[in-house]
């Protein structure tokens, strides 16, 4: 495996040296920056739209940093290794490959993912105001906001007239009722912006926009979409319409997840701070990136490492039962509110890829009519219930998402 330095970012070995196959139509390149990740797809934008290329670069600023690619539908590429200490070599680096890869003069447009949007609905083109917007907002979500707009700059100097479109996870939960915005502090802080956004957008509407496409009668009814990953949410969403979602001012509320506490009692904080003597960026950082699965567990923040030490690891086994049944409580609340359920999708990481997961949430769920078939379950297969369309698995794609929501913009 090639390491690349940081200290220079133009790749120097001939891994991925050949230059993709010129497109025939022009292209839109999506780009998904995450808090240690950075995935990309460019999609020609024909009559239909076609993959041509997609990969990422993870484990930004830890080891083993690596860039993996592939051409349309092969396998991956071997990884091409890099020494990216910080989000703005490894965005540095991603750029410079990408131009060793690709015409740029092909690419009408760049989408993003924009994990915070504040009140925007629906996507935008990025302009000098968005982006000072943008800034602006950074205190909202210090952990995403800043690498995003460092992609959007970074691409802005070297292709100053390309086309940038902002595609917001908020969007899709813009129009939730004002009920499920509030939070229960004095009011003079909604005005400023303190409510309940909700995040994964791009992946619930990715879910239902396939679930019309599948079951355009299941589209319109109530459903409830769980994008269980690292990060781990549940959308409750009636006639094609977010109701209500676990993620609220944060990405950090909710259900448990990898490394991130969920819903916690916010006594918590001045208890910790009285007796641990825990400062305010202590508790954020201990929230965020200490607890969840990996706080629980005491050993690991990844699904498949406790699923396969349960039997042997109490703490792993407590750890993936937690994650397990506040899943099946937000469920049953989500029924509660929808007025029943129709379909339940699950998706993601953990929701499309483990079964024992799966299996455990829905188990007890019968008064609901969910009731799975355990060997379309053990396959992860599109439909895992035993009565057609009530239960299923939806592989997600943020990126796609991107490219569609581009299109339109663009009106292309």
């Known amino acids: 495996m090639t390491t690349i330095s940081s200290k220079s970012h133009r790749p120097k070995s001939n891994l991925f040296a050949r230059k993709a196959h010129p497109p025939t139509h022009p292209c839109i390149l999506a780009i998904n920056g995450g808090s240690s990740s950075i995935r990309f797809a460019l999609y020609q934008a024909g009559r239909t739209l076609r993959r041509c290329l997609d990969g990422k670069i993870d484990r930004i600023g830890l080891s ?154 299941a589209g319109k009814g ?20 977010s109701i209500d979602t676990s993620m609220g001012f944060t990405p950090a509320a909710g259900l448990v997840m990898s490394t991130r506490s969920g819903d916690l009692d916010p006594g918590l904080l001045s208890f910790l701070a009285r007796n641990e003597r825990i400062t305010p960026a202590q508790f954020d950082r201990m929230v965020n990136h200490e607890s969840g699965l990996l706080g629980v567990s005491g050993t690991s923040s990844d699904m498949r490492d406790l699923c396969a030490n349960a039997a042997s690891d109490v703490r792993a086994a407590e750890a993936v039962a937690l994650f397990c049944y506040q899943a099946k409580k937000w469920i049953g609340s989500y029924s509660a509110v929808l007025g029943g359920l129709d379909t339940l999708v699950f998706a993601g990481g953990i929701g499309e890829n483990a079964p024992s997961v799966r299996k455990n949430i829905c188990h007890g769920l019968g008064f609901l009519g969910i009731k799975i078939d355990l060997r379309r379950n053990a396959e992860n297969a599109p439909l895992i219930s035993s009565e057609a369309g009530r239960v299923r698995v939806i592989r997600t794609d943020e990126e796609l998402m991107i490219v569609r929501s581009v299109r339109r913009v663009i009106g292309q």
């Not at 781990?232 to 969403?237: I, K």
Request: with cysteine.
């Open 222 to 241: 109530r459903v409830i979409l769980a994008h269980l990953g690292n990060g781990a949410s549940l959308a409750a969403v009636r006639n094609g319409k």
């Open 64 to 217: 083993g940093t690596n860039l993996t690619a592939r051409e349309a539908d092969s396998k991956p590429q071997a990884a091409l290794a890099l020494s990216a200490h910080d989000h703005r070599t490894a965005v540095g680096f991603l750029l410079d490959w990408l131009e060793t890869q690709l015409d740029f003069t092909s690419i009408v447009a760049v989408g993003h993912r924009v994990v915070h949007g504040m009140n925007h609905s629906s996507p935008v083109r990025i302009t000098p105001t968005l982006l000072k917007e943008l800034h602006r907002s950074t205190p909202y979500d210090p952990d995403h906001l800043p690498r995003e707009i460092e992609l959007i700059e970074s691409i802005r100097r070297r292709h100053p007239k390309l086309l940038q479109i902002a595609c917001f996870d908020t969007s899709f939960h813009r129009g939730m009722p004002r009920l499920s915005k509030l939070l229960p502090i004095p009011r003079r802080y909604f005005s400023r912006g303190i409510e309940r956004y909700g995040f994964h957008g791009l992946s619930y509407s990715f879910l239902m926009e396939e679930l019309h496409r599948i079951d355009p009668s």
